[in-house]
């Protein structure tokens, strides 16, 4: 299989992941404060890493450079605030205003890209994001009468625009180094910076249910640790444009799930917003297949 079908199928099984991340981020942040909750994650993710790495590290590909771990730091920041901020506005909105950081990424990496890199704008993807992020807009859900609600916004734009440097910064560090060692580093670092999180943000074991010990181990495994490596290996090929486009599906994930899971129905406008994503989509898909060049 090509390189490119390789990437764009991760990108498109990061999506089906990282949707029912929004819904696990609403059960568990009753019992489990933001910074907790991140902290934990990054550990589960962390340890899980060591543990694939200590046996078999001559397969996990090419190590960081010394002079990749300033950019390597800052990245790790950027993973911090981004789960900090997106987790306090989880408080604040329903997982379907949630991920608005899939609608609203897209354009804001469009803009970063236009100012640090140039060659990655070009009409066609500028069309591509902008009737795909319109699409997204489309299927959700907004409560702007709840109270604090425009809060919550807020800050989920900010953390949108965080995770947006994240990705166009982090296809320098892939330059020299694998998914893995990058992801790995990022990982671990987050987790020491987010231990300070658990002095101010205690939790109580005995308030932790099943279900949420399963909903945790979950978002750890799957939306940190395998979640960031299918990421950084679609950042390495396609560039970070084309990812947030893939990325745009996860609305249409939580549309079909609250059709499947909550009885809930489709309205025209959601379904129309549904085809505004495909759309855009599939454009920039075969727009990026038709490219011999790598990467993007």
Known sequence: MKKGNIS???????SLIWAPAFSGSKILLPTIGPASLAAIRFWIAAILLTVVKLPFPQKCGKGLRKEDWKLLVLTSIACVLHYVFSNQASQLLNETESSMISSFQAVFTLLASGLLLENLVTPKISFCVGISSVGAVLTMEFGLLRENVLRGYALMIVAIVVWVMYCI?????????????VVYGQCLLSAVILTPAFIFEPISIQAVTGLQWGVLVFLGVFGIAVGFLLNAYGLKQMGPIRVSLVLNGIPIVLVLSNMLFQNKSITATRLLGSLMILLGTVLAILDYAKKDQQPI
């Open 169 to 181: 910064y982090v296809p320098k560090l892939l330059q020299n180094s694998s998914c893995f060692w």
């Open 8 to 14: 764009i199928a991760a990108i498109i099984l990061l």
